[in-house]
Nanobody, 116 residues
């Protein structure tokens, strides 16, 4: 059974940084693309970042470009999201996602709260 377990969320002040991690189990990691989505209260789920299985291709949502960086460690079967210069509008539950053709697997989410 595949499991995606996020960690690293918390409370941070505006301008601060957090690093999220997502560990994958029960799934072959090769050719497994991964990403992050987020959802704020009353808002639609938003794409944050994605990284291809090869690790060489990444893409980001417009609202986080230049501030967030997604990386992966295949040996640890873990994907990371480094978030810098955080803003109150970044407050949301962040979900780790994974898949081979589409993002079929989802984690339970981790809360990120940015205080002003």
């Amino acid at each position: 059974q595949v499991q995606l377990v996020e960690s690293g969320g918390g409370l941070v002040q505006t301008g601060g940084s957090l690093k999220l991690a997502c560990a994958v189990s029960g799934r072959t990691f090769s050719r497994y693309s991964m990403g992050w989505f987020r959802q704020a209260p009353g808002m639609e789920r938003e794409f944050v970042a994605g990284i291809a299985w090869s690790g060489g291709v990444t893409n980001y949502g417009d609202s986080v470009k230049g501030r967030f960086t997604i990386t992966r460690d295949d040996a640890k079967k873990t994907v990371y999201l480094q978030m810098n210069n955080l803003k109150p509008e970044d407050t949301a539950v962040y979900y780790c996602v994974g898949g081979f053709e589409e993002f079929d697997d989802w984690g339970q989410g981790t809360q990120v709260t940015v205080s002003s």
